[in-house]
């Protein structure tokens, strides 16, 4: 909780009168991050260790991803790119990198990026779904259909999960299919998630279906 949040930040600070440790500075700059309000600081942290050392891949990792928290992808992925040069076996740029770019409108780039994430990965359910959206966002729709029914076959049934299979489907003309899955997501989406996007796609799956009952579900 908060309460213990600023106490690892008085720690840190402590220790740190002791002695200037890169380690140190990221992480009270991860016990800011955790804060309200304490993203300058964790910020400040994270560009004390990579002004002494332009190698730290792990500080510009973190300072990357607050400013992509921030929404202000341009200044993301210029810390990701700097990460990523410092150490390219580091897998996080790459990942935040696709995030990024995601969240940019690049999807070419996202999908370069998640690519290069997903082996170094420790593959985890989140992961794959991140992985399977950027397929569908980047146009990859076979790719996107054949992840996210493995996502549902190994036990995974986030309503997204339906949602991009369906959407990938239509794309790929398999419209039986489509319909079955848009479905399954609108019963199990909550309403207020769901997006305009998503009835328009619902509608023009109907229509490849040939039904004009798009009332129905």
């Known amino acids: 909780d908060g309460?213990?949040?600023?106490?690892?930040i008085d720690w840190y600070k402590q220790a740190l009168e002791n002695t200037d440790n890169a380690d140190l500075h990221i992480s009270l700059g991860d016990a800011y991050q955790k804060t309200l309000g304490g993203g300058g600081q964790a910020m400040n942290n994270y560009e004390k260790v990579t002004s002494k050392d332009p190698k730290n891949s792990l500080a510009y990792t973190r300072a990357g991803y607050l400013w992509y928290a921030a929404k202000n992808y341009q200044l993301a992925l210029e810390?990701?790119?700097?990460?990523?040069?410092?150490d390219p076996n580091n897998p996080l740029p790459y990942r935040y990198l696709a995030y990024a770019y995601e969240g940019a409108g690049k999807y070419d780039l996202a999908y370069e990026n998640i690519q290069k994430y997903i082996p170094l990965s420790d593959n985890s359910v989140d992961d794959q779904i991140r992985y399977t959206e950027i397929l569908f966002l980047s146009k990859h729709y076979a790719e996107a259909v054949t992840k996210a029914n493995e996502l549902i076959s190994s036990g995974v049934?986030?309503?997204?999960?339906y949602g991009i299979l369906a959407f990938s489907q239509y794309e790929t003309k398999d419209s039986v299919n489509a319909l079955k899955n848009i479905r399954a997501y609108f019963a199990t989406q909550v309403p207020k998630k769901l997006l305009s996007k998503?009835?328009?796609?619902?509608a023009q799956?109907?229509?490849?279906?040939g039904r004009v009952d798009s009332a129905s579900y």
Not at 3 to 8: D, G, K, V
Not at 157 to 161: E, N, V
Not at 205 to 209: A, E, R, V, Y
């Open 3 to 8: 309460l213990n949040y600023q106490q690892a």
């Open 79 to 86: 810390s990701l790119d700097k990460a990523k040069a410092a």
């Open 157 to 161: 049934h986030k309503p997204g999960i």
């Open 198 to 202: 998503d009835y328009q796609y619902y």
């Open 205 to 209: 799956i109907m229509m490849q279906n």
